[in-house]
């Protein structure tokens, strides 16, 4: 299953030409003007999974500057003959996974800070179509399931489902075998069902 | 049935295309004769199929903050320390891998509950920290560290712990005077701890320089950084205040690198945006600080001896003594044949 393009998905705009690769030499190099590029290419892919993994905007801008960070600094660990991305998504998951194991309070705690369950006010959304709506809504609902996994699940799940890493990518992240992330992934995927019933089920 | 159980893993692979064909096989048969797993096994894909994969688009700038963390020092700046650095982590490497290898986990019951490791005030205090961090109380952070130095300043493993606060004074608290003192002392009490990252080495001789300003040219340079594109006049002050500092070397990379956002220029253009730059300064200081950058920058990247000379000439002529020094000991390094610095 292929993971999301980047450079389609990317509302930036950028004149360099560079492949992320390229960059990433240059950054071991370096080059930080590179890392720069970097940056205001994949800074929103590191914010989307620190979000799905942290459940909250906060912590998410923090984890993916902290992934960033330190993205820089142990730019030499990156080995060339894979993907830059995916390895820095990989310490982002990592950076997250951490937090999310570190805390005391149960992940839905968290949510219930901020959600209420209740669909948007009309009246703040004029001009926006009915469908965008619903589809923050789903988000939302979606953000809200996520929160109910635990740190592995959760984890195996994004790292799967949004970035479509391989299984055997994903087991060092958790700390894991291959066969104990396909049951990760499975719990998971059987919590969710029962989270997002009625949204997919007749 | 006994056999749903261990299919679990098998029907999540295969959700996603990572089973074998013996797995899928193997599952094939099973879903044949088992209803329930059947049954949940469409269930779940549909669940994949539908949850979708939309885009959270992040509404905020994570290169302003990344900035103050990172010190920007001048490719032409860096040469020296990467060779020192380049030792010190094939150091680390081999030390790392020296730890020991994960022993397999026994079966055997046990009737005592182990004991865990004590950790030293050190390890405590740093596990601590890393905690307050995660909850972005850093000013909590950074005293924790400080009560463990404070009770236990001869303890070997202290070096860690000297270094994060450091760290933190440095990038999150903008307490320089105290980032300064802990450098130093991780310089000095634990230097192979500080030669590891060439970064530590960048700060504390920028700290160093600012010390005699009250470190009023790093407070000068936050400000600059919080105004970022919209505030180039704001890096101007610092060039024409601090001319020929570390922090007027630093404060003329980021202005180009603001430049270079604002104007959609690739990573790869950095003379072009420190030129934009140039022309749009008015203070002869912050002048005659951007062309020496660009000097340096025309010698060592470009390999433009021409345009270098003209610029190092160009400084001369300005009367500012550390700025023109600067610009002469270059010209005389180019002319007797030496390259680079």
Known sequence: MAALNPVTDNPYESMDRRSDEDLALALQDGDRAAFDELVRRHQGRVYAVA??????????????????????????????????????????????????????RRPTDRWEDGYTGETLETGALEGVTE???????????????????????????????????????????????????????????????VELRDLYED | MKNCENLQGTMAAAFYGEASEDE????????????????????????????????????????????????VVPLWRRREAYAVAAACIAVAFVVASLGPAREPETVAPQTTVKALPELSPAQAALARASSYESERNYAAAYKTLMDAEEGNADAADMGGVRLRMAELAFERLQMYKQA?????????????????????????????????????SLYGLDAARRYGVDGLETYENVLAKYPG???????????ADAVRQRDGLGSDETLVAMETAL???????????????????????????????????????????????AARSSLNEMDSGARSQ
Not at chain 1, 153 to 172: K, N, W
Request: charged residues 25%; contains cysteine; neutral net charge.
């Open chain 2, 245 to 255: 500092t570390f922090v007027a070397s630093i404060a003329a990379a980021e202005m």
């Open chain 1, 131 to 193: 469908r965008a709506v619903r589809g923050a809504e789903i988000d939302e609902r979606i953000t809200a399931a996520l929160s109910t996994l635990s740190p592995s699940q959760r984890t195996a799940f994004v790292m799967r489902h949004y970035e479509g890493h391989a299984l055997s990518d994903i087991a060092p992240v958790l700390g894991c075998t291959v066969g104990s992330v396909k049951v990760h992934l499975f719990r998971a995927l059987r919590k969710l069902r």
């Open chain 1, 51 to 104: 979000y799905r993994l942290s459940g909250n905007r906060e912590d998410a801008l923090d984890i993916a500057q902290e992934a960033l960070f330190k993205a820089y600094r142990k730019a030499d660990s990156w080995s060339p003959t894979g993907s830059f991305v995916a390895w820095l998504l990989r310490l982002t998951a990592n950076l997250a996974l951490d937090q999310l194991r570190r805390q005391k």
């Open chain 2, 24 to 71: 899928r096989a193997e599952l094939d048969a099973h879903l044949a004769t088992c209803s329930d797993c059947r049954a949940e096994y469409e269930a779940l894909g549909k669940l994949v199929r539908s949850i979708p994969r939309t885009e959270l688009p992040i509404d905020a700038d994570l290169l302003p903050e990344l900035r103050r963390r990172i010190t």
């Open chain 2, 279 to 325: 022309e749009g300064c008015e203070h002869p200081l912050a002048i005659a600080q951007l062309k020496i950058e660009l000097a340096h920058l025309y010698r060592v990247n470009d390999n433009n001896v021409e345009r270098a000379r003209t610029l190092y000439n160009e400084v001369l002529a300005v009367e500012n003594p550390v700025l023109a020094q």
């Open chain 2, 180 to 216: 300064h003192k802990h450098y130093e002392d991780v310089a000095v009490k634990h230097n192979e701890l500080f030669r590891n990252a060439p970064e530590n080495g960048y700060r504390l001789e920028i700290l160093a320089e600012a010390a005699a300003v009250d470190y009023d």
